[in-house]
Every structure is written in C-alpha cells, then in structure tokens.
C-alpha cells in the first residue's frame, strides 16, 4: 500500500509520500514512490506515484527515456503542466492494458495505478493534478486544495480541518507529516522512509526544500511525540459530557 498527498498553496506546492511497498507478507520493500524534474529557470515537476510497481516504473522509466533519447520531450516542451499529465496518463494507460486481455496470461493482475503531478511551468502558476489510472485527471481547487493517493483515509482528517489555500508553508507542511505519521500508526502497509518537499513558487531552481525522514528522525519522533500529547490534552479540555447530559435531563 501507498500514501502520498500534495498541497497548493499561494506561496507554493507540498509534497510527501511513504516509501513502503509489499506483495504479500515476505516481500516488503522500499521505493521512492516521489520523482523530479528539473530545468533550470524553465519548469520544475513532481510526480507522486501509487498502484502497480511495474506500471509506475514502466512510466517513470519512459519519461526518463523521453529526456534522454528526444532533445524536444513533451516533459520539456509542453506548455501547461495538464499537456504533462495527459501524457502521463496515456503512458500508464498503454502500459496497463498490456495485462487486461482475458485471454492472457497475465489475465487478472491488476496493473493499475494512480499519480500526483505537480509543479510550475515559467509563465504559469503552480499546477497540481490526480492522474486516475483510467488515464484521465483533476486538479486541485481553492475550495479543495490538496490531492491525494494510495490509503487515504487515516491522513485525511487534519487535512480537511487545517489545510486552506492561505496556509503558511510551513503549517501545510506539518499538516502533511502528521496526515502521514497517523496513516502509518493505522495502517502498517505504509511505511517509512518519508520524503517530504517544499516548492516555493516562481523559483524555477534546481535547490528545493527536501528531507527523507527515517522512522526515528529526530524531527519525526519529535513530530509524532508533539501531536499525540498535545491532541490528548484537547481531547481532555473538551466540555464536559456529563455536565452537559445532567442540565438536559
């Protein structure tokens, strides 16, 4: 299993994901699931990946291939980051249909897979985007600014209560470790490393905000410690139920 969200932001763009992959209970493994794409003061991208490994690297791979082979790739030359995610989305779609002849004999493996796409094209503002594994796509919107992959329900709580376009970087950014540390504490199939990144808008450089966060980082124990004592004590500052349940008899 897979977690990965992505925030806009006026000032920007987050982005984390665990790095926990598992075909069954012996083959657990690690992948960064997080890859990025940089051309100095032209575009910066960031896709998150969830789904079938071999369909999102197959993905990955040809993107790679499409810098290195093709002096004008769609990555480079497209003039909205929504071009990038149509082809993203077309490129999952040929790989994935390779396994869905009933008749093969890879018949029923489901090689789906899902993306966040996100990043700046200079001229344009920042642009987030879901890629669903039918190959087509949203955006992120002022009234829901963050997207989301993989297990998404444990982290989607804090998200929905503190994340809004105005949030501060630094806020959002917190938001989202802690919307990864619970799904990890609910769910073991996500796991750490986490890779966590910052990009401010307009900077088009190769420098970004990037951190990958071991299970005891200090900064993620720290994190964890803070959230679970302070959210015990607002629980216990709560009003009282049987004040509450005595005045209404």
């Known amino acids: 299993m897979t977690y990965c969200l992505a925030i806009a932001l006026e000032e920007g763009l987050i982005f984390c994901s665990d790095s926990r992959t598992n075909a069954g209970p012996d083959q657990v ?16 991208l960031f896709l998150l990946t969830a789904g079938n490994l071999a369909t999102t690297q197959a993905v990955i791979t040809q993107l790679h291939r499409d810098i ?12 909205y980051v929504g071009d990038i995610a149509d082809y993203i989305g077309s490129l999952m779609v040929l790989e994935k249909n390779k396994y869905t002849d ?8 489901d090689a789906g897979a899902t993306f966040i796409l996100g990043g ?4 344009h503002p920042p642009e987030l985007y879901l890629i669903y594994p039918e190959g087509n796509h ?9 997207l989301q992959i993989g297990e998404v329900k444990y982290g989607k709580p804090i998200l929905d209560r503190i994340i809004q376009p105005d949030t501060p970087m630094e806020t959002a950014l917190r938001c989202a470790i802690v919307s990864l540390d619970s799904t990890m504490r609910s769910n073991s199939t996500v796991g ?4 966590c990144l910052a990009y401010n808008k307009d900077t088009l450089s190769s420098e ?6 071991s299970e005891n980082d200090d900064y993620l124990v720290a994190i964890r410690e803070s959230w679970e004592k302070n959210i015990r004590e607002a629980v216990e500052d709560l009003p009282n139920f049987e004040t509450y349940f005595s005045n209404n008899r």
Do not use: C, V
């Open 29 to 44: 493994t690690s992948y960064s699931k997080m890859h990025r794409f940089s051309f100095q003061g032209e575009r910066k």
């Open 68 to 79: 290195g082979e093709n002096l004008q790739p769609l990555i480079r030359t497209a003039n």
């Open 102 to 109: 009933p008749s093969g004999p890879d018949a029923g493996i």
């Open 120 to 123: 700046q094209i200079k001229g």
């Open 138 to 146: 949203i955006t992120a919107s002022q009234t829901h600014p963050y």
């Open 192 to 195: 750490p490393p986490l890779e």
């Open 208 to 213: 970004e905000n990037y951190a990958k966060l």
